[in-house]
């Protein structure tokens, strides 16, 4: 599937998801390995950034600080 060449409401999905992992995990997207395909295509599929984090703590088993 093809993606616009830029989507500001992706950007700030992504931007979203970035800073609740640092603030949460003290991890950042790319720290992970996640790919930016990964992310969009959660993304155009409507995967909130709620569920994407989820998912992503659940396959790095993160564990909040605290």
Do not use: C
Request: net charge negative.
């Amino acid at each position: 599937m093809g993606y616009p060449l830029f989507d500001s409401e992706f950007t700030n999905w992504q931007g979203d998801l970035e800073t609740r992992l640092k603030e949460g995990f003290g991890r950042s997207i790319r720290d992970l390995g996640v790919e930016g395909k990964t992310l969009l295509d959660h993304y155009y599929a409507g995967v909130s950034v709620f569920g994407m984090l989820d998912e992503i703590t659940r396959q790095h088993r993160l564990s909040r600080f605290g």
